[in-house]
Every structure is written in C-alpha cells, then in structure tokens.
C-alpha cells in the first residue's frame, strides 16, 4: 500500500484497510516496490435498514477488488435517548455469509435461531457464521434505553469460500481482550482479525482475513503491509487524508 499522510481521524482497514479507498490486487494493477495504486475512491450513501441509520459503502458490487467483504455498513452515530423505542433490524436469514458486528459506541442486543439472546458493547466484535442457514435479529441493547448514548458501529459481511457454505451455523462474541494493540507514538491500532506489525488478534477464521481499527494523529504517515495476492481497501470513519 502505497504511504499517504493522514491528517486526523480513524479508519477501518480490512480484506485477506473503507471509505472508500479501494486497492486492487491483481496483476498489473499493483506496483511491489511502491506499493498498490488505488483502483477506486468511492462515496458511502446514506440509506435505512429496519429503522436504523446507515452509511452503505458497498454491498455486492466491487467483489473483485473487495473480496472477501462483500457488503459494508457503518451504523450511526445516532444518539439514543433514554427509554427510546429501540432501533431495530428485524428478523431476517443469512447463509453462505460471515456477518461481523463491530462496536465502536453504545450497546447492541442480538437473538438468533441458534438460540443465543446477548447483549453486545463498546469494543466487541461478533461473527454469526450463517453456514447453510440461520435468522438472526438486532437492535439497540439494554444500557441505551436505560442510559440513553451514542450507537455507532459496523456491519460487515464477509464471503464463506464454497467449502464452507454448507458448515453448521454458529454465532461467536469475542471481548477486547482477545485482540491485538499497537500504541504507537502517533497512532494506535487494533487488530480485530488478522496480523499488523507482529501484533495478532486471537480471533480465529475459517479463512485469510484482516480487520484492523487505526487512529492516526495529524501529520502520520503510515504504511501498511499487505499480502500481494489479497485485496486490500480502507474506509475513512473521521477526518481526511491524502
């Protein structure tokens, strides 16, 4: 990845870093001694999902160059008042998909069909491996309507390889804890998924993935290794760079 100077702000690094900055990895399109050229910068477009907020910076379109994402959204920031009806995404299917929810604010409440009814916070990470099939649903959780706050967060759903799809559902919630963190002196990274500088996350995958949260204080500038034959794309959550 080519270094670029980023003046403030946070931004959300992922493939095997999103607005929407995209790097191809294919032949000719990359340069191994400079670093990737960028294939496409691209805008996320407000829209609603059940009766929730969201910033959709791509969903089914891009694979080539986003793969093994598939559908991004950044929900939020909305403030949530206290006793508010929830925000809701109602009962729906998945499968053949690796739905992952990111908190960076607020609460969550997840239930699904393979009987898990959870409470999601601040710095959690949930996968709801759909496999052959399974519903899930999701909303504000219980600290929002009692406390009111700020929701903010990240839906992204992640492609099974063929081999996969067939495997049994199941749902996980991984803690703070069991991820990597950098603390730099002018930025500090999370390693949700994957490996960054030596420092790894203990989630594990079915499959090559990278997931990081980076905050970068003005005037950083920053290079981030990338394997060559994966894609790579960032999504800018606040400030701006160049």
């Given amino acids: 990845m080519k270094r670029r100077e980023f003046i403030k702000g946070s931004a959300i690094i992922g493939a095997s870093v999103v607005v929407p900055e995209f790097l191809k990895a ?19 477009n407000k829209t609603m999902v059940g009766t929730l907020p969201v910033l959709r910076a791509f969903a089914g379109d891009n ?23 929830p925000l809701r995404v109602e009962a729906h299917p998945h499968a053949g998909i690796i739905p992952v929810t990111y908190f960076l604010a607020g609460s969550g409440h997840h239930r699904d ?4 009814d959870f409470q999601i916070s601040k710095g959690d990470f949930m996968m709801f491996t759909s496999g052959r099939g399974a519903i ?10 009692d406390d009111g706050g700020l929701y903010h967060g990240f839906q992204i759903w992640l492609n099974m390889p063929s081999k996969y799809k067939w495997i049994d559902p199941s749902t996980d919630v991984h803690r703070p804890e069991k991820m990597a963190e950098i603390n730099a002196k002018d930025y500090t990274a999370k390693i949700v998924l994957g490996e960054l ?30 394997n060559p034959q994966h894609n790579a794309f960032a999504y800018l959550i606040k400030g701006n760079w160049k």
């Avoid at 694979?63 to 009806?85: A, C, W």
């Fill in 63 to 85: 694979n080539d160059y986003v793969s093994p994402y598939v559908f991004f959204d950044e929900f939020g920031p909305v403030h949530v008042n206290p006793k508010d009806k």
């Fill in 26 to 44: 294919a032949s000719g399109m990359m340069e191994s001694e400079k670093g990737r050229k960028v294939y496409s910068i691209i805008t996320a």
């Fill in 113 to 116: 069909s393979l009987n898990y």
């Fill in 197 to 226: 500088f030596n420092a790894k996350s203990k989630i594990e995958t079915l499959f090559p993935v990278f997931y990081f949260h980076i905050k970068m204080k003005a005037g950083c500038r920053l290079s981030i290794p990338t």
């Fill in 136 to 145: 899930h649903m999701e909303e504000t959780g219980k600290k929002l309507y």
